[in-house]
């Protein structure tokens, strides 16, 4: 898979957007980009997956530019329950192994 | 979205002694399932991908004769963790692809604490 880079971490308030960027230089042509959540002691949660442009669903949007090297999921108007590490993944995910990155860990306060 | 448990939650253990942590996927059959570990404050490190009717595949460094994983149906992978030392104490999950899916859906994981 190829190797994404993410912030380590990142601070907001309730009621905000927050947006993660994710780098993928590596990316091949037939990789997806997914994006997981984890809560404490939890298994990881998917939240979202595209290929190109903008994937939108009930929880967040995905943007993903023409060059497709980088992504960037936003979560609108976050709560403290949107506390969680964000893991973001690419390749033929699905039904091979994942390798995940370090992720980033969002903070939500009051 | 498919549902994929896991038995059980939390273990503790004295060290030397064997645990077994069942993966099951509930709603789907799965030929292919995949064992993680996450030591705390860090990532998913996959350990092994667990295949029904064979045998599995270890990543590098994890020791085969010390995991024993087996995937003896469709639905079921267990993964053993035979004589538990402190070091194994880690937070395990397993995950599985459905079929007509491009994700996985993750176990809620187990906490293994070896005294």
């Known amino acids: 898979l190829a190797k994404t880079t993410q912030p380590i971490s990142m601070d907001s308030y309730e009621g905000q957007e927050v947006n993660i960027t994710c780098s993928h230089n590596n990316i091949a042509t037939n990789d997806y980009i997914t994006w997981y959540q984890q809560f404490p002691s939890q298994g990881p949660r998917f939240i979202i997956q595209g290929y190109k442009t903008k994937v939108t669903n009930e929880v967040a949007s995905l943007f993903i530019p023409a060059d497709r090297k980088s992504s960037t999921l936003s979560l609108p108007r976050v709560s403290l329950s949107d506390t969680a590490v964000y893991y973001c993944l690419v390749g033929e995910t699905g039904r091979r192994a994942l390798t995940f990155g370090s992720g980033t860990r969002l903070q939500v306060q009051p | 979205g498919a549902v994929v448990s896991q038995h059980p939650s939390r273990v503790i253990c004295k060290s030397g002694t064997s645990v077994k942590i069942e993966c099951r996927s509930l709603?789907?059959?799965?030929?292919?399932m995949f064992w993680y570990r996450q030591f705390p404050k860090k990532s998913l490190m996959l350990m092994a991908t667990s295949n029904e009717g064979s045998k599995a595949t270890y990543e590098q460094g994890v020791e085969k004769d010390k995991f024993l994983i087996n995937h003896a149906s469709l639905t079921l992978s267990t993964l053993t963790v035979t004589s538990a030392h402190p070091e194994d104490s880690s937070f395990y999950i397993c995950s599985a692809p459905p079929q007509g899916y491009n994700e996985q859906f993750f176990g809620p994981g187990t906490r293994l604490t070896v005294l």
């Open positions: 709603d789907f059959q799965a030929t292919t």
